[in-house]
Nanobody, 117 residues
Framework: QVQLVESGGGLVQPGGSLRLSCAGSGFTFKVYSMTWYRQAPQKERELVAGIASAGGSTNYADSVKGRFTISRDDAKKTVWLQMNSLKPEDTAVYYC??????????WGKGTLVTVSA
């Protein structure tokens, strides 16, 4: 049974930091590209950061470059999103995605991040 379980969300003040985790199971984690997406209220889901398989290349949305860092540990089957200098506009539900090829595309249920004073 494939599972992606996000954790680490919560309430944080502007300028603060959070570290999100996504633990995968039930699939060959190391061959999958891992991506964090987010969806704010009344907005479409958007890509935040991605990391290729085998610890390869990373990519970031312009809005988070220099503030967020994505990383992975294939032995632990976990991907992280370190979020620094958080802004109110970062408030969203953050989702973890694992993708290998067509038909092998999995999503977690999300974790809520709220940035507010």
């Amino acid at each position: 049974q494939v599972q992606l379980v996000e954790s680490g969300g919560g309430l944080v003040q502007p300028g603060g930091s959070l570290r999100l985790s996504c633990a995968g199971s039930g699939f060959t984690f190391k061959v999958y590209s891992m991506t964090w997406y987010r969806q704010a209220p009344q907005k479409e889901r958007e890509l935040v950061a991605g990391i290729a398989s085998a610890g390869g290349s990373t990519n970031y949305a312009d809005s988070v470059k220099g503030r967020f860092t994505i990383s992975r540990d294939d032995a632990k089957k976990t991907v992280w999103l370190q979020m620094n200098s958080l802004k109110p506009e970062d408030t969203a539900v953050y989702y973890c995605n694992a993708k290998w090829r067509s038909g092998f595309d999995y999503w977690g249920k999300g974790t809520l991040v709220t940035v507010s004073a």
